[in-house]
């Protein structure tokens, strides 16, 4: 950390005048660019008491190895300037405005000899006119496709022209009416050009004239008893009134203006924009910044302006900027946007009527930016803290509970019983953590059973490795833990809390939680505390939630934990608790429709997709083929005879499946070709859940 002692100008070398001023660190990077209208009055607020300095002026100061100024003649020339090297330099402490020039606009090409109407993003280009920018690409589109109806100018790619004009077929635009299909000449170059000069004055807010004309031309058809072309200018019409509706008038005298609107407080800054043209807003677009030095919201404003307009010109600047706060000085940033777009700009603060209305809109918008912002930084961090320490308090714990496992139980009816295992660590979802379980003790439906055989798997497993110091004996899962290898979720392999086997891989179960979660009430709890009591674990809380009153249940005791309904804790356990659920009844879910698509095909050796599929295909349906005779089944190409004989030993020792149900009217369904599910069984009618009972 550098003193700011060390580089300070001696007294007498700062000029008394405008200009430009750089920080440099020891690398000659330049971390800092600001302009003055005295540099000397400038730079001596930089080199005082640190104590005196905003905290984050103070970190700049101590990081640069160096200062060094450029001297201008006007205050004009120093805006300009300091933009310039912003943009060159990208200084790191800086007000930075996160905007990727991201923003959607709406451009037509002028440049070329037929405009098209397309969506665009980054950096404008030359001969190129843009409207916008919108909140989202779909808007624009929505926009384009109800004016193309009267304004049918090309919207097309390059390559799709120049096949168009090849093959002398437009493109279904072309047909329908939405193009005026200058790609099979159609339509002349002047006159696509001029089509598209009416586009773009439309857009550009000039609407009354041409609704007024169409209107005229409409009546004057309908005197001529011309009806058809009566209608579709009648269509016409609605058609850019509808467009027109997209944006609410909200300045009664078509004021071209954008609004600037500044939330802050004392480290951040959120910026709002409303670009209004002809009287209707158009665009809207936001920024949050960091406030690296203490500025003004007059500062704020300028640096917003400058990030605006720094490559705009001619009518891309308004003819006024109503803002919260006026630059200080006021008129060399004036001037600049007057230079910019080629004739008088006003900046201003509305004080009365629509303006200063909408301008309220546009203050709460940059509220409520400020506010989610907030929302958005304080969950990632201060608010999950505050639901790990009330988690804590609740079930009387030593610590925060870091790492939180919960369990689920799911079958349908008592079939494919499976559970999960999902892991949330400082408040967050940690997928490749994940587990899925089947249940292999014992067959029907009994959730304390299955809740009691899952937590004594998944924690003999957690012994396991304890006492092998990380090898893993069962590497696909299938022994006494009973969990499948295939089960678990690779997403982030190699994170697992850097527990990892000697081959570099993952060590399953090797990290244990600080507190067990499990989907239930209290027989649920009772269980999960009994298997871990089994094994002689004391160091693991366990608690449950259950679903109906979202109370919290702890072992042994006989009246739950109830938490505000506002409880950060309460939200985080109702988190865990539905991503469990969600991960039990996906696995189920395949397990389910994997059964339904068994077959007694799958079990023949050798007997592959390819030839089962031709099987199916030569008899009809697995009925027919389970009653052929082994010469019949050879007759099927690929199909020898000893593999005949296989598949004809394998149907018979299969037992027949249970007959199609018409649920709606309870009726057997006759198997018929076309009627069979993937592996060859007949489709029944009605959903799982329908004919099997619910899940769980």
Not at 385 to 390: G, Q
Not at 629 to 639: A, K, L, M, R, S
Request: hydrophobic share 35%.
């Amino acid at each position: 950390m550098a003193d700011p002692s060390s580089y300070r100008p001696r007294p007498g070398e700062i000029p008394d005048s405008p200009g430009v001023y750089r920080f440099r660190d020891e690398h000659r990077r330049v971390i800092y660019v600001g302009k003055a209208k005295s540099l000397r009055q400038r730079l001596a607020n930089y080199f005082q008491d640190l104590a005196n300095l905003h905290p984050r002026t103070r970190s700049m100061v101590t990081t640069a190895a160096s200062v060094e100024w450029t001297v201008v003649s006007t205050e004009v020339e120093a805006l300009q300037l300091e933009y310039s090297w912003i943009k060159e330099y990208d200084p790191r402490f800086n007000v930075k405005y996160r905007d990727d020039k991201s923003y959607p606009y709406l451009a037509v090409t002028m440049n070329e000899q037929f405009p098209r109407v397309q969506v665009m993003r980054g950096h404008k280009k030359k001969g190129v006119r843009y409207f916008g920018p919108y909140a989202h690409a779909w808007a624009i589109r929505d926009t384009v496709d109800l004016l193309l109806r009267v304004f049918p100018v090309r919207t097309c790619s390059a390559g799709v022209f120049k096949n168009a004009s090849r093959t002398g077929r437009p493109c279904l635009l072309g047909y329908i009416g939405k193009c005026s299909a200058p790609c099979v000449g159609r339509i002349a170059p002047e006159d696509h050009q001029e089509l598209a000069e009416e586009f773009c004055d439309f857009m550009a807010g000039r609407t009354g004239t041409y609704l007024r004309r169409l209107e005229k031309q409409m009546m004057e058809a309908a005197e001529e008893m011309e009806y058809e072309r009566a209608a579709r200018l009648r269509d016409d019409i609605g058609a850019l009134k509808k467009a027109m509706e997209k944006n609410a008038v909200v300045l009664a005298d078509a004021t071209d203006a954008d609004l600037i609107a500044v939330a802050e407080d004392e480290l951040e800054a959120a910026v709002q924009i409303f670009h209004v043209r002809g009287g209707r807003v158009r665009g809207q677009r936001g920024w949050v910044t960091d406030k690296v030095e203490e500025v003004t919201t007059g500062a704020l404003v300028e640096h917003a302006l400058q990030q605006l307009y720094g490559e705009e010109s001619g009518d891309a600047v308004p003819r006024e900027v109503l803002v919260p706060a006026l630059p200080d000085p006021l008129e060399p940033v004036q001037e600049w946007l007057t230079g910019r777009r080629g004739s008088n700009v006003s900046l201003r603060i509305p004080q009365r009527g629509d303006k200063k209305a909408l301008m309220e809109t546009v203050q709460r918008n940059a509220q409520q930016s400020l506010v989610l912002h907030k929302t958005k930084r304080a969950s990632d961090l201060t608010t999950r803290s505050r639901a790990l320490e009330e988690i804590a308090d609740a079930l009387s714990l030593d610590s925060a509970p870091l790492r939180i496992e919960c369990y689920d139980i799911s079958h349908l009816q008592g079939q494919d019983v499976v559970a999960s295992m999902v892991v949330f660590e400082d408040g967050l979802a940690r997928k490749s953590e994940y587990r899925r379980f089947q249940i292999k003790g014992f067959e029907g439906q009994d959730d304390v059973r299955s809740m009691h055989e899952v937590i004594s798997r998944r924690f003999r497993r957690y012994l396991a490795e304890k006492e092998r110091t990380g090898e893993w004996a069962d590497e696909n899962g299938d022994g006494d833990g009973g969990v499948d290898g295939a089960d678990s979720l690779p997403e982030s392999p190699g994170e697992a809390n850097g527990l990892k086997d000697e081959e570099g891989r993952p060590r399953k179960f090797a990290y244990p939680p600080q507190l067990v979660v499990v989907d239930g009430g209290q027989p649920q709890v009772a269980a999960a505390k009994r298997a871990l009591d089994e094994l002689g674990i004391d160091d693991v809380a366990v608690c449950g939630l259950a679903k109906r009153l979202e109370e919290v249940w702890l072992p042994d005791d006989d009246d739950p934990v109830v938490l505000p309904r506002t409880s950060e804790g309460l939200y985080l356990l109702q988190r865990v608790r539905d991503e469990a659920h969600r991960f039990a009844i996906t696995y189920q879910r395949s397990k389910r429709a994997k059964r339904f698509r068994a077959s007694p095909l799958d079990d023949v050796p050798g007997l592959g997709e390819t030839r089962k599929q031709a099987l199916l295909k030569h008899f009809g349906s697995l009925k027919k083929l389970r009653s052929a005779t082994i010469d019949q089944i050879c007759e099927v190409p690929g199909i020898g005879r000893k593999t005949a004989e296989t598949v004809a030993v394998a149907l018979a020792q299969a037992s027949p499946a249970a007959p199609a149900v018409n649920t709606a009217t309870g009726e057997i369904i006759e198997e018929e070709p076309g009627t069979m599910g993937s592996g060859g069984e007949p489709v029944t009618t009605g959903a799982p859940d329908e004919r099997r009972g619910q899940e769980t």
